[in-house]
């Protein structure tokens, strides 16, 4: 780069004869032609800083690294590829600043995860825990591209920062995810897509996989054209081979038909979707994308499936909100009658198969009025998708279910926001949890406003959400527990070890203990404890299984694994901070608390180590 900034001093006196006039003819890097300039100064083993400096040494490399111009944009490319496709148009972008924003962003990014551990590692994030977010002063795309370069890191480094990172890109997704779903809500109701409609909820349930609308379609689309090939080969001249997808509405009833036996031939002989009767009560039969990638679903979401499909061939299918089996009418009448037996019902989660009015109701085994052959709106449709998954998140109690549960109501309330009852289920879900008491207030305040026949309940519950707040502010801080205590001397394992269930089998990861069962009367008994040759009397571990699961063992029941191995538990970031291939490193929050356990963890992984090899 020197050469650029003048010539050097000339050949000295003992030079060969000639030294000076080759001296004379070198070419400088300012020298080469603007193509070829730009060429080296792109190249990948230069960094940012590198072109800045480069672009201060002269006026000819100040103007090849301008801001707007080619070297910028490729150094924006190299570092951040994923961003490119939010410049549609990129030739008034300022590649420079747009660099420098992303470059804070991701500082600031960077901040605010190191900043959870310390703030929320004794508590759920609660819901003003991303204030901070919301009021970045950078584009939200360039703070979650850096989240997700955390989340991506190689290794089994940086697990605490991958945790929060995840959290927080869950939360600004799934707002961003909110608020495309209400502007879905209030478009006129013949521009809200069915088909987008489920992938919104998708999306909500499911904010950390790549799912767009896009790519749906694309797969839907792709289904289509299987159907329009089974159509050509039986009626060369349907007029749904020569439209492109929704421009027409087939009005004849026996080309209608058509359609429909071509889709039914595709989606269940060709391409072999059913309805998942096996298992049923699996929330990813109610997620549009996992329909697609697995084949199999509940009726609800093959219905969409199956309508989208049909509209897109010209064939308009009602939705149906049926009791306990979502169907689809085909009106075979006058269009827009109301005499439900001029429809032929359809069931996309039995194969395509088309009932009678009569055929339903022995579908379901009942009878049922006329209201339910009704046609429902997208938004009623929605309604029922997420009632759904409501259903499912409360027939267990895990951490998965109660996500689920959490979300479908978050989905449900943006949808009917005053509805006292569901309002009534988030608060009590919140109370149940410990998590988030002043948002469980601000609800209770809200249910009371609607229907002040709520106040017994809403008083119970504002009374020891009241106590909850109360005790938060009395807590003086963690407890720390030392080894040199003597109420500790037969603790026998420490934090970071994989252990293994004596009894049950099971792999997990210890991330605190106590000297004694700490579990009240009632756990002890239900549990068992007393049946155990030490009985309650002895060290417990709180432990992370490898199945999701957090337990709490009796010290008699655990043994070292020697073959350890990571534990795939969600929770494994919020106390340690790395694997190191035989055992965990708590994380900063998790040594304050266990100040002396890293180094008999040490100590005890490398004697464990060392007899196994001898």
């Known amino acids: 780069m020197a050469a650029a900034e003048g010539p050097g001093p000339g050949p000295g006196p003992g030079a060969p004869r000639g030294a000076a006039e080759a001296d004379g003819d070198r070419m400088g890097l300012t020298d080469l032609p603007g193509e070829l300039l730009e060429l080296i100064l792109c190249c990948d083993v230069l960094g940012a ?3 800045g400096r480069v672009s201060c040494t002269c006026r000819r490399l100040r103007e090849a690294c301008q801001p707007r111009g080619k070297v910028w944009r490729e150094r924006f490319r190299l570092r951040w590829p994923s961003l490119l496709k939010y410049y549609s148009h990129t030739d008034g972008v300022s590649w420079l600043e747009e660099y420098k924003a992303r470059h804070n962003a991701g500082l600031e990014a960077q901040r605010i995860v190191a900043s959870f551990s310390k703030r929320f590692f004794s ?45 927080i890109l869950y939360f600004l997704r799934q707002q961003n995810i909110l608020k495309n779903l209400k502007e879905y809500l209030q478009r006129p109701t013949d521009r809200q897509s069915f088909l987008e409609g489920a992938v919104l909820i998708d999306q909500y349930c499911n904010p950390l996989s790549d799912i767009c609308l896009k790519s749906v379609q694309a797969q839907v689309d792709d289904i289509t054209d299987k159907v329009r090939k089974v159509l050509r080969t039986r009626n060369p001249r349907h007029p749904s081979l020569a439209s492109k997808a929704g421009e027409i509405l087939i009005p004849e009833v026996e080309l209608q038909r058509q359609v429909l036996d071509a889709m039914n031939c595709v989606l269940y002989e060709q391409l072999k979707y059913k309805g998942n009767e096996l298992d049923y009560y699996n929330s990813l039969n109610s997620y549009i994308h996992q329909v697609l990638i697995r084949r199999t679903g509940i009726p609800i979401s093959l219905s969409v499936l199956y309508l989208t499909i049909a509209r897109q061939l010209g064939v308009k299918l009602e939705p149906v909100n049926f009791p306990s089996h979502f169907l689809l009418r085909w009106c075979q009448g006058k269009e827009g009658s109301t005499n439900i037996f001029d429809y032929t019902y359809i069931d996309a989660f039995g194969k395509g198969k088309q009932l009678t009015v009569k055929e339903c109701e022995y579908l379901i085994g009942h009878h049922v009025t006329e209201e339910f052959y009704g046609v429902v709106t997208s938004k009623e449709v929605l309604q029922r998708m997420v009632g759904n998954l409501l259903n499912l998140g409360k027939r267990e109690s ?34 149940h949890l410990g998590i988030w008491p002043e948002k469980v207030l601000d609800i209770l305040q809200h249910i009371q406003a609607l229907d002040p026949s709520q106040h017994g309940a809403v008083g119970y519950l504002v009374q020891h959400t009241l106590e909850h707040i109360e005790r938060r502010k009395e807590e003086v801080g963690p407890e720390v527990k030392h080894r040199s205590d003597e109420k500790h001397k037969e603790v026998c394992f420490s934090i970071g070890l994989i252990m293994k269930h004596k009894r049950y089998g099971y792999n997990c990861v210890i991330y605190g203990w106590d000297p004694a069962c700490m579990m ?44 350890p191995r990571e534990i795939p538990h969600p929770d494994i970031g919020r106390y340690f901070s790395e694997f190191t291939g035989i055992h965990y490193l708590a994380n900063t929050e998790l040594e304050v608390r266990y100040p002396e356990d890293l180094e008999l963890t040490r100590a005890t992984v490398q004697k464990i180590y060392n007899s196994g090899k001898e």
Request: charged share 20%; aromatic share 12%.
């Open 49 to 51: 800083a590198d072109i």
């Open 123 to 167: 508590e759920h994030v609660p819901c003003d825990g991303f204030s901070d977010i919301e009021t970045l002063g950078c584009p939200s795309h360039f703070f979650e591209d850096e989240l997700m370069c955390i989340l991506n890191m190689e290794g089994r480094k940086g697990l605490t920062w991958k945790y929060y990172a995840k959290k």
């Open 398 to 431: 895990t951490d998965q279910s109660y996500q689920l549960l959490r979300d479908s109501l978050d989905l449900y309330l943006a949808m009917y926001p005053d509805n006292v009852q569901h309002l009534m289920l988030q608060a009590r879900l919140y109370f």
């Open 520 to 563: 009240g009367h009632e756990w002890i008994r239900n549990m068992n404890v007393h049946s155990l040759p030490h009985g309650p009397h002895q060290p417990f571990y709180n432990v992370l299984v490898e199945d999701g699961s957090c337990r709490y063992a009796a010290q008699e029941n655990l043994e070292y694994n020697s073959e």
